[in-house]
């Protein structure tokens, strides 16, 4: 009690006596934010006017409150870099930022934030971008409710909308982002929680993991993507509830997944995608109440993919619902409901009686001869299907789901 | 009335017409007969275009029949097997035929005479063959058209229905119709026949009167005649 | 020919298989909308069976038709009417009749359960469609087969092995073509393959709406435009008009040089 009260007294006497309140408008004493970060204190909180503000390379270096009122525009006049965070405890809120320098040398960004803890980035609208949000060997920051709207027409040339590189215990809650290169991009980022954001027709990927661990991904929605998300080389991944939603050509997926070891996929929805889940190099993770909807492919697996389970999960309406393109598995499949699964139930116990058998030679025959997808759905192709299921020859053997449920579940 | 010239049909290789050059004038009735194959029903089916020839062109009333249909309204014809859409009852047949030719009055005496009218509302799947035959005279006659073709018109008919198809044809003559009929009732064609065509291997064999026939055969009566060519 | 229409129509209307046809697609609905409750699941497995048996019914119930009303054909004959009148009007009446009956015993269950509710409309609309063309062809190509073939036995033989090549053998061999020359570019010509099948190509009509996601997967570039646009839903129709068209002129061809 005594402890909270003194904390209390502590922020009071902060704000009446040290922390200051600096106004940057057009017309003000101090009409460029530069110059208000400049005379302000540590702690200060500057309010940025309505108005348009030509700066760019502007240094935040001490901790500071920067709250946009009104959404300012600061134009960043394709000349660089916008804002550069280096001091801890930085919170900016409510800018409008455009026009960031386009670079083939440098990654230039609306916002930067270098080796800082502590910083909350939020409300913040981006447009004509190069990168938006750069956290670099930064920790312990949030970046929350923010609008990221780029016109990426080429990958080489684009950025991408929240980048992570070397960054730890970061949450990133409530953007959109859309026409980036990756919409969030984690490299060597680990305890991160990403929840509830939107991404959307980004060139790339909606998100991006490499090299990273132990983060959480959950309710977020992944939307025509170039190729939905991708997770590559990390370890310990959570990916909750989210939406992956059309996802459409010759190389997009749902989600990719590539070198990922025990991670947990449960909840998600992939839906109207090409290929749901592609699984190259993955082991021990588990795939659990998943909705997997009219999807081309709900899940390619491509080899070495050792001790997975799919369990519980919901496959409605794919056009193929596994593909492997091996013989080999180790993966168990395990009380889901297919749409295509003609087993009956006899002693109506909500377990088909007959197990199901999830590869069909048919998606063998497309692995190998691409162009043999218009005969899907044919009766001879249902005709090979079928006596491939009686004694598999060219799938795996041992691929079957034993318990396959009668009707569709729901959690 | 019906000019035919230098008549040519096969079916492919067996030859059926051979060179047929008829003349049929205006008003009598004219008898095509001939043994089994010789071409009769083929002769009529061409006059009514449903063979095609390959060689040689038929004149109706004047009009080439070949690519054309209109010539059609001033033919009645009695096709040899009177088999109709099981499906329909036989006032619907009436109505339907009366829809495609036109209109006409002449089916309610038609179906008087031929005593049809128990049957009108039963369907045509469900009747003897001699009822059928006599719906199909009644689908004949009923139109007044200058030439009338009939195909075996006595089949599975009664005594009584046989003289009253008799007195119908030679009412007709006295219209001054044309009627041509085929059928293998010796007694039948003689009776009613003006003038008769005899068919052998395609070709017209004989044409004239019955007796100019018995003369050319030396034979007393017609059947002895006919089998007199055959033999 | 729209008088013969009439007749045909209402003959083929009378008959106990429109009935037949009609109560199997009325219950087939039923079963699938009412014991399944699953729309989607619905649709897809109505596409299999339109695309089977609608070729099937259509050619084996268009060889039957002409050769059960052979003599009516020929009382028209006699008639002043034009030989194509009469045989379109026939065909007409036959596919019209069965289209209606695939129209109606489908439809009914879909409206009852509520479909221009649901967004499925569209896919629904395009399975009629379809399979109303292959009503159109399969009638059509029975008819010219039925033309060709004064045996009734040997008519219905071509009937069957006329659907068993193009539902099933086609298929076969065009696979197997398609595997055998995997080393040269394919898309162009597995594309025309699936143009010179109506099956494969009321097939691919509905594989744009239910497989899209699948059929984006690959890369030729002929094939993305054909799937990605349009494009592929605009030459599917014109080809399937092509498939109406062909054997109908082939049977006003036919009638008019054939003997009765």
């Not at chain 3, 073939?149 to 008519?155: F, M, V």
Request: proline residues 3%.
């Amino acid at each position: 009690m005594k402890n909270v009260l003194l904390f209390f007294t502590a922020v009071l006497m902060a704000y009446s006596t040290y922390a200051q309140n600096i106004e940057v408008c057009s017309t003000c004493a101090i009409s460029t934010l530069k110059k208000g970060i400049s005379v302000a204190k540590d702690y200060d909180t500057i309010l940025v006017k309505k108005g348009t503000y030509k700066e760019h390379n502007i240094l935040v270096d001490k901790p500071l409150t920067i709250i946009g009122e009104s959404y300012p525009v600061i134009d960043g006049e394709l000349k660089g870099e916008v804002i550069t965070i280096i001091a801890d405890n930085v919170t900016v809120d409510g800018l409008f930022i455009i026009n960031v320098g386009t670079s083939y040398t440098e990654d230039y960004a609306a916002i930067r934030v270098r080796k800082s803890k502590n910083f909350i980035i939020q409300n913040v609208v981006l447009e004509k971008l190069f990168f938006g949000i750069y956290l670099e060997k930064s920790r312990d920051g949030k970046v929350f409710h923010n609008k990221i709207i780029g016109d990426a027409v080429e990958e080489y040339n684009s950025g991408n909308g929240i980048q992570l590189w070397y960054s730890k215990n970061i949450v990133i809650e409530h953007n959109f982002v859309q026409h980036v290169r990756d919409g969030i991009y984690l490299e060597f980022s680990d305890d991160c929680l990403i929840k509830n954001n939107v991404s959307a027709e980004n060139l790339r990927y909606g998100l991006h993991f490499m090299f990273s661990n132990d983060d959480i991904y959950e309710d977020n929605t992944f939307e025509k993507n170039g190729a939905g998300v991708a997770v590559m080389f990390s370890k310990k991944i959570k990916m909750l509830n989210n939406t992956f939603k059309e996802n459409w050509g010759t190389a997009s997926y749902g989600m990719l997944l590539k070198e990922i070891n025990d991670a947990e996929i449960i909840g998600n929805t992939f839906e109207e995608n090409t290929i749901g889940i592609n699984i190259e190099g993955s082991n021990r993770i588990v795939y659990k109440n998943n909705n997997f909807i009219n999807n081309g492919w709900a899940i390619k697996v491509r080899g070495a993919c050792y001790t997975n389970s799919f369990i519980e999960n919901n496959f409605l309406y794919n056009s193929f619902d596994i593909s492997y393109n091996s013989k080999v598995n180790d993966n168990v499949f395990n009380k889901n409901y297919w749409t295509n699964y003609t087993g009956y139930d006899l002693d109506k116990d909500g377990i088909g009686d007959v197990p199901y058998r999830p590869v069909k030679l048919f998606s063998y025959i497309v692995n190998r001869t691409p162009e043999t997808i218009i005969l899907l759905r044919s009766l001879f192709i249902d005709i090979i299907d079928f006596s491939e299921k009686v004694s598999p020859i060219f799938t795996p053997n041992n691929l079957l789901d034993n318990n396959p449920l009668t009707k569709r579940i729901t959690w | 009335m019906v000019n035919i010239e230098n008549l040519h049909k096969k079916f492919n290789k067996n030859v059926v017409l051979n060179g047929i050059d008829l003349n049929i004038s205006e008003g009598g009735i004219f008898a095509i007969l001939g043994p089994n194959g010789s071409g009769k029903t083929t002769l009529i089916k061409s006059i009514l275009g449903m063979v095609i020839p390959n060689k040689g062109t038929i004149n109706v009333l004047g009009e080439n029949i070949k690519n054309n249909s209109g010539y059609r309204h001033k033919i009645d014809y009695l096709p040899q097997i009177a088999n109709f859409p099981n499906n329909l009852k036989v006032k619907e047949l009436i109505k339907m035929i009366k829809d495609l030719r036109g209109h006409t009055n002449e089916d309610q005496r038609l179906i008087e005479l031929f005593t049809l009218q128990p049957f009108l509302d039963k369907k045509l799947g469900n009747l003897s063959g001699g009822t059928k035959q006599k719906v199909n005279l009644v689908l004949t006659f009923m139109f007044d058209s200058p030439l009338i073709i009939l195909d075996e018109p006595t089949t599975g008919l009664d005594p009584i229905s046989l003289i009253r198809l008799k007195d119908l044809i030679q009412t007709e003559k006295t219209k001054g119709k044309t009627i041509l009929i085929t059928s293998h009732i010796m007694s039948f064609v003689e009776e009613v026949s003006d003038e008769i065509v005899f068919l052998l291997e395609g070709q017209i064999y004989f044409r004239g009167s019955i007796t100019a026939l018995k003369n050319k055969t030396d034979q007393p009566d017609f059947e002895h005649a006919i089998a007199s060519i055959l033999t | 020919m729209l008088k013969i229409l009439k007749y045909s129509f209402f003959d083929l209307m009378r008959s106990r298989w429109s009935y037949v046809y009609f109560a199997f697609y009325l219950l087939l609905g039923i079963v699938l909308l009412f014991l399944n409750n699953d729309l989607s699941k619905a649709i897809i497995t109505l596409m299999n069976v339109i695309i089977m048996l609608v070729p099937l019914i259509g050619t084996i119930f268009g060889v039957m038709y002409y050769y059960n009303s052979k003599e009516f054909t020929e009382l028209l004959l006699a008639q002043p009417l034009k030989r194509s009148s009469i045989f379109l009007g026939q065909y007409l009446g036959v596919a019209i009749s069965l289209s209606m009956s695939l129209i109606l015993g489908l439809g009914i269950p879909f409206i009852v359960y509520g479909l221009f509710k649901s967004n499925a409309i569209w896919d629904f609309s395009l399975l009629l469609i379809t399979g109303t063309f292959l009503t159109l062809i399969f009638t059509a190509l029975a008819f010219n087969i039925a033309l060709t073939n004064e045996n009734k036995i040997k008519g219905f033989g071509y009937a069957i092995l006329l659907w068993l090549f193009l539902a099933i053998i086609y298929d076969g061999l065009f696979l197997m073509s398609l595997i055998l020359f995997e080393d040269y570019p394919l898309d162009k010509l597995s594309l025309i393959g699936t143009m010179l099948n109506p099956i494969d190509l009321s097939r691919t009509l509905i594989l744009l709406k239910l497989d899209i996601s699948a059929l984006l997967g690959y890369t030729g570039a002929v094939f993305k435009k054909f799937f990605g646009t349009n494009f592929g839903l605009i030459i599917s129709f014109i080809m399937l008009t092509v498939w109406v068209v062909l054997p109908v002129l082939r049977i006003i061809f036919k009638s008019k040089k054939k003997d009765f």
